[in-house]
C-alpha cells in the first residue's frame, strides 16, 4: 500500500475510533433528562396563588382561584394548595401546578383515617371555566399512591408550604425537609405564605438546586403597605438556625422578574 492510498484509510480508521469513544462517553455519563431541566425552569418562574381553605362548609376562595385562572390566560406557570377538613376533621391537602396547558401536576397528602389515605399523584390534561368554582381540571389521571421517599416529576422534592404571621405557624417539618434535602445535594422546593402586620400576604418560594445554590421568589403583589412586585434572588446556600430552622446566605440583590408585571423597587434583600 502506497503512502497516498495509506493516509485516507488511517484518517477513516481515527475518524471511526473518535465516534466510538464519544458513544462510550455517553454511555458513561448520560445527559440531563429533558423534562428535568423544564421543570426546574418552571418552578424557578413558578407563580403562587396562595392557600385556598375549605373548611366545613367552606366554598372556594375567589381571590386564589382568580389570580390562577389569569396566571393559566397568560400562559404563566402557576402553582396552588386547597386544604379540605373531612367530617372527622382530618386534614387533605392537594397542591395543583399548572405547568402548561395541557400539564397539571397534583400532590395530594391525605390523612383522612375513613377514606383515602397517604400521599397521591396524578395529572390532569386541561382547564376550563366553571360556574360555581371559577375553572375545573379535565382529563384528571387516577391518583397513584406516592412509594417511598416523595419526589415529583423532574426529580424536584416537595417539601410543602407553610402559613406563617405575626410569629405562628412556622412549619418545621417542612423546613427541615428542605434542608435535608440541601444537605444531600437534592433538588427541592418550598414555600412560605408570610403576612404582613396588616395582614397582606407575601409568598417566597425555595428552590434548592442540584449545584447547592438557592434560588427565591418572593411575590410581594398583594402588599398594600409596602413596595409591591415578583422579585428573584440568587443564594450561596442555606445555613442551620435555632428560631427557623435554617436562613439563606450570601443572597444577591432583588431583581425584578421578568415574566411579572413590573412595579417599583425592590423590597429589602434577604441576606
Avoid: K, N
Avoid at 409591591?228 to 422578574?257: E, F, I, K, M, N
Amino acid at each position: 500500500m502506497t503512502a497516498r492510498t495509506w493516509l485516507p484509510v488511517a484518517a477513516a480508521c481515527l475518524a471511526l475510533l473518535a465516534l466510538a469513544c464519544d458513544a462510550a462517553d455517553d454511555r458513561r455519563v448520560p445527559p440531563l433528562p429533558p423534562e428535568e431541566t423544564a421543570s426546574s425552569i418552571d418552578l424557578a418562574r413558578l407563580r403562587f396563588c396562595g392557600l385556598e381553605d375549605q373548611g366545613l362548609g367552606t366554598g372556594p376562595d375567589m381571590v386564589v382561584r382568580r389570580c390562577v385562572w389569569e396566571a393559566y390566560q397568560r400562559g404563566e406557570p402557576v402553582e396552588f394548595v386547597t386544604r379540605q377538613i373531612t367530617e372527622e376533621g382530618a386534614p387533605v391537602t392537594t397542591t395543583y401546578t399548572l405547568l402548561a396547558p395541557d400539564r397539571v401536576l397534583v400532590y395530594q397528602d391525605s390523612q383522612d383515617r375513613f377514606g383515602r389515605f397517604g400521599i397521591f399523584r396524578s395529572t390532569c390534561t386541561g382547564v376550563e371555566p366553571d360556574p360555581r368554582d371559577l375553572f375545573r381540571f379535565t382529563g384528571c389521571s387516577e391518583p397513584v399512591p406516592e412509594a417511598g421517599d416523595p419526589a415529583p416529576e423532574g426529580g424536584v422534592r416537595e417539601c410543602g408550604i407553610e402559613r406563617y404571621g405575626h410569629g405562628q405557624g412556622l412549619d418545621r417539618a417542612a423546613r427541615e425537609c428542605l434542608w435535608q434535602a440541601y444537605q444531600a445535594g437534592r433538588p427541592a422546593v418550598f414555600s412560605s405564605l408570610a403576612l404582613t402586620d396588616e395582614g397582606d400576604p407575601i409568598s417566597t418560594r425555595y428552590l434548592v438546586t442540584r449545584s447547592g445554590e438557592i434560588l427565591l421568589r418572593r411575590d410581594a403583589t398583594q402588599d398594600r403597605f409596602g413596595p409591591p412586585g415578583v422579585y428573584l434572588q440568587r443564594c450561596a446556600g442555606l445555613q442551620r438556625d435555632g428560631g427557623l430552622v435554617w436562613l439563606p446566605v450570601s443572597c444577591s440583590q432583588p431583581t425584578r422578574d421578568p415574566a411579572a408585571a413590573v412595579t417599583p423597587g425592590p423590597p429589602a434583600p434577604v441576606r
